[in-house]
């Protein structure tokens, strides 16, 4: 058998299966990430458990996602499904939060000990994470990470559940969660940014997808929208 047969078959199959391998290795960093957050925050030092509980909350976010979207809408699963590149803005933030950890950590490293500090940020995401998974769950089929342009056949207005106390429950989810993440890291000076950029992208964000919302739905939303707050703190959406 000529060598380049099998060679060859092999490049092919890479080719054609590539986006498998690129989840498989996305989902494997996770899980590192996620078990080297386990072990930072139960066997290091204390000056670093809230740095290993930051690291398994950023994990356990982005592979939940995927993982969700696998159940409720299996037909757009894809790389994007992790969240993992959600926006050049997102990646910035972070970045600039690790900055702002090290240099305060190598500047004023008791301050990276106020453990009640860290333990509040750390419920705020653990609520904020269940908060955004149960709404992910409850709407189902429906729920999309893109804001859709057209009504699908089986799209309907979920008003019940989660959806009752909150019209964007997945969002006030994310939103709190976001903020956390910094105040599990002690940051003031990033706590204080993620929470002004948080609220200024669900404001523009909330905004489209209830023009949306009216669209598909009109006067049916336009009731629910009377009934029922965004459940963003200043956020009052779209109203005709």
Not at 45 to 73: C, D, K, P, Q
Not at 105 to 118: Q, T
């Amino acid at each position: 058998m000529n060598v380049r047969e099998p060679v060859s078959c092999l490049i092919s199959r890479l080719l054609f299966q590539e986006q498998h391998y690129q989840i498989v290795w996305r989902s494997l960093l996770l899980g590192i990430g996620q078990a080297l957050g386990i072990t930072i925050a139960l066997r290091c030092s204390a000056n670093y458990t809230s740095l290993g509980w930051y690291i398994l909350i950023m994990s356990f976010f982005h592979f939940s996602e995927f993982v969700i979207t696998s159940v409720i809408r299996p037909q757009n699963l894809s790389l994007e499904s992790f969240l993992l590149n959600h926006s050049k803005a997102y990646g910035i933030a972070a970045l600039i939060s690790w900055i702002e950890y090290w240099t305060e950590f190598w500047l004023f490293p008791g301050f990276k000990n106020a453990y009640w500090i860290s333990m509040l940020g750390l419920l705020l995401c653990i609520g904020g994470e269940i908060l955004r998974k149960t709404a992910m769950l409850t709407a189902f089929h429906n729920f999309d990470h893109l804001i859709r342009t057209r009504r699908e056949e089986q799209h309907q207005l979920v008003t019940t559940g989660i959806y009752s106390l909150c019209r964007h429950p997945s969002y006030v989810g994310w939103f709190y969660w976001s903020i956390g993440t910094q105040i599990i890291l002690c940051n003031p000076l990033c706590a204080v940014a993620y929470t002004f950029a948080s609220w200024k992208f669900f404001h523009e964000r909330v905004f489209e997808e209830e023009v949306t919302l009216l669209h598909f739905f009109g006067r049916d939303y336009v009731a629910y929208q009377s009934k029922v707050p965004t459940g963003l703190p200043f956020i009052h959406g779209y109203n005709m």
